[in-house]
């Protein structure tokens, strides 16, 4: 089996794209979102819970990460040799580069430069942000590399 | 790693693609080990000494290419 383009096939404008392919791999990431934004729906109108129930209400989101995780692990173990290879160049750029950008916005914000927003360092969100553009820019620079 | 991979790929008349669909590899794996971008493990090299009835040393030559 040809296994051309198989990491391209999941990434949006690419010419591979397929959109099917793209739903199997993130159907456990949009589940986990669906599980989170209920869950912290529920907490807010239900402020008498008790600590240990909103907890745990709150952290069901972790089962369809752990399984969007496996889909993941899945997909590279699935890939060819080389394209195993860029992915791991392109993991180990967004890890190291937000890292990096973590450091320089929490610097900042330790210094006073930002007066809102960032001015508690990068959050979750911002970070998996970071992550996930520099993963883009990783696979790209790797996939150039090998072109 | 110097080889002659496109050489023995071009006497038997095959594209990148259709040896890529041949080993399991895609397409880019062997356009990156012809233009010696890339090193193939040792199961690929094997592989492909199988494919073309070669032995090893003739397909890698251990020399750097890069």
Known sequence: ?147 | MKNQLRVLRALKGWSQGELADQLGVSRQTINAIETEKYDPSLPLAFKLARLFKQPIERLFDGEEGR
């Open chain 1, 1 to 147: 089996m040809n296994q051309t383009n198989l990491i391209e096939s999941y990434r949006p404008c690419s010419g591979s794209y397929s959109l099917k392919k793209d739903l199997r791999l993130n159907a456990w990431l949009a589940v986990s979102m669906a599980v989170y934004l209920t869950a912290l729906f529920l907490v807010k109108r239900h402020p008498a819970w008790s600590p240990w129930s909103r907890g745990l209400l709150l952290l069901t989101p972790v089962l369809p990460v752990l399984l969007y995780l496996r889909a993941w692990i899945r997909l590279v173990r699935g890939l060819d040799e080389l394209q195993r290879l860029i992915q791991l160049e392109a993991f180990l750029f967004a890890a190291l580069g937000t890292l990096l950008v973590g450091f320089v916005v929490n610097t900042l914000g330790a210094a006073g430069v930002w007066r809102e927003g960032l001015n508690h360092g990068l959050g979750l969100p911002e970070g998996c942000m970071a992550m996930f553009a520099l993963w883009l820019a990783g696979g790209a620079l790797a996939n150039r590399r090998y072109r």
